[in-house]
């Protein structure tokens, strides 16, 4: 798969007023672009974005938003008139949304001044988030990295008030688990010293395999949650642990202390972005972590 970025230059960086951003994916994709949306929301006057509608709400009161399955997007395929009949033309419009034969690019020129494609392709030894950020540099080469990531809209974590263990087992892929088992005997102990738990059971976590944690007496058991009811429960929590995955991408962006295991992929690529993050790695080629281990490490950031 290729993709090109493409861009015309109109004018100065003060030129752009009104910019689109559009991206697919799942949540950890969405999170992962969070560094190139603030940068977007820094140079323009009028942010739009256009994510999966379960997304949407991260975003509420950060940008104007359409939902990417929706109505307006959809006609970009046909060709955009409806698109640009509704909502104008685009100063600027950078998609990171996959279009193999270029029709979507193709059409998006029709009403944006300024048309760039981001790659998605990971890349060895870059971050995915700075991997993503690249075209904003093909905008304004001054502007920098978010040193910290902050969606301003959101609420950030705060430890007052806060015991409450949180335990994320699944991930989108299986190959990323550390391990039920392992998360079980997390739980359990933790359950054990009397120390409240809460587990979080989503799409991912629908095999019958996840089904025993529903079994553990004394845990708070949250299941199928909507993007605004995960982020009120994460917050709620005074530590999280979890796989690679989205869930672990957001708790990360809330600022709760979060404690990654990888084992998998790459963290040099995937580790969530945050000010409390705590990597531990078992990829290839490093030892693997006895569960033990991981229980003491995450006792150690209480």
């Known amino acids: 798969m290729t993709i090109f970025i493409i861009i015309y230059f109109l004018g100065s960086i003060q030129d752009f007023m009104r910019v689109l951003a559009i991206r697919g994916g799942g949540l950890g994709d969405i999170i992962l672009t969070v560094p190139s949306f603030l940068a977007l929301k820094e ?23 359409i939902p990417l399955e929706g109505k307006l997007i959809s006609s970009i395929w046909q060709g955009g008139d409806e698109f640009e009949k509704a909502m104008g033309n685009f100063d600027i419009v950078i998609t990171w949304h996959y279009d193999k034969e270029g029709v979507f690019v193709k059409n998006l020129e029709k009403i944006a001044g300024k048309v760039i494609v981001g790659d998605i392709r990971p890349k060895k030894g870059v971050h995915q988030s700075l991997n993503l950020f690249y075209p904003i540099l093909e905008i304004n080469k001054g502007i920098q990295f978010p040193k910290i990531l902050r969606l301003p809209n959101l609420p950030y974590w705060k430890p007052e008030g806060k015991s409450e263990i949180t335990i994320h087992p ?3 892929s299986m190959k990323k688990v550390w391990g039920i088992e392992n998360f079980l005997f997390l739980a359990r102990k933790f359950l054990s010293e009397n120390k409240k738990v809460k587990v979080i059971l989503g799409e991912a976590e629908l095999r019958k395999e996840f089904s025993v944690f529903k079994e553990l007496k004394g845990a708070h058991i949250k299941e199928n949650l909507s993007i605004k009811e995960l982020v009120r429960e994460l917050l709620d929590g005074i530590v999280y642990i979890g796989n690679d995955s989205g869930v672990s991408h957001l708790s990360a962006l809330l600022g709760i202390p979060t404690v990654v295991i990888f084992k ?6 995937w580790a969530p972005r945050g000010e409390r993050v705590h990597i531990i790695s078992t990829y290839p080629g490093k030892e693997w972590i006895k569960k033990e281990k991981v229980m003491e490490f995450v006792l150690s950031t209480l």
């Open 170 to 172: 699944g991930s989108g």
């Open 43 to 65: 140079i323009s006057k009028e942010l739009f974005l256009s994510v999966p509608s379960q997304w949407l709400p991260l975003f509420e009161g950060f940008s104007q938003l």
């Open 264 to 269: 998998e992929t790459d963290p040099e690529i």
